[in-house]
T-cell receptor, first 111, second 118 residues
């Protein structure tokens, strides 16, 4: 089993739709979780951290389920500009912790 | 103001050559990284330096040698380039302390260096 797994997609949804995808992780000792966004031929950029209590940033909501070892990202009222690859990241607390990137979920928003 | 910069942006070279990629960050971060993203878009960490000290060294051929002259710079030298080294190499940096800034998972990436080995 991979340490971090994501559905590669692509998810193809109409503008305005709500879309959600998950990321599962195998190491129950993992401490920190993040979602990154990567546009085509660009560098990954931090989208949001994922806190135990869940967190929301505008149209984006991130959740952590420690019992089932997955994190999720929900995008409401999707925009064309949301089209990108979404990467989940799992790591520990310190700078020496192993940092694992998921292989990404491709999202394509159509007009 | 570029936070994390890399040079060159594109690098095309012949098999067997030696090449270097440079990275600089002006964010004042203590930790810097090198990642490789292959043709399948899988992003994998290669090295991490904290304040010029190597702290993560994943299973990478010893043809790859990182060098950190100071905490704002982390260069990557590759000897005897092979076809399989063709990929996009990303440099990144992160703040040290999770309590203040999210720690290792809060990464700021450079624009990438697209390496093609012929």
């Amino acid at each position: 089993r991979k340490e971090v797994e994501q559905d590669p997609g692509p998810f193809n949804v109409p503008e305005g739709a709500t879309v959600a995808f998950n990321c599962t992780y195998s190491n129950s000792a993992s401490q920190s979780f993040f979602w990154y966004r990567q546009d085509c031929r660009k560098e990954p950029k931090l989208l949001m951290s994922v806190y135990s209590s869940g967190n929301e940033d505008g149209r984006f909501t991130a959740q952590l389920n420690r019992a089932s070892q997955y994190i999720s990202l929900l995008i409401r009222d999707s925009k064309l500009s949301d089209s990108a690859t979404y990467l989940c990241v799992v790591t520990g607390y310190s700078s020496a912790s192993k940092i694992i990137f998921g292989s990404g979920t491709r999202l394509s928003i159509r007009p | 103001d570029t936070a994390v910069s890399q040079t060159p942006k594109y690098l095309v070279t012949q098999m067997g050559n030696d090449k270097s990629i440079k990275c600089e960050q002006n964010l004042g971060h203590d930790t810097m990284y090198w990642y490789k993203q292959d043709s399948k878009k899988f992003l994998k960490i290669m090295f991490s330096y904290n304040n010029k000290e190597l702290i993560i060294n994943e299973t990478v051929p010893n043809r790859f040698s990182p060098k950190s002259p100071d905490k704002a710079h982390l260069n990557l030298h590759i000897n005897s380039l092979e076809l399989g080294d063709s990929a996009v190499y990303f440099c990144a940096s992160s703040p040290r302390d999770r309590a203040t800034s999210g720690g290792a998972g809060t990464q700021y990436f450079g624009p990438g260096t697209r390496l093609t080995v012929l």
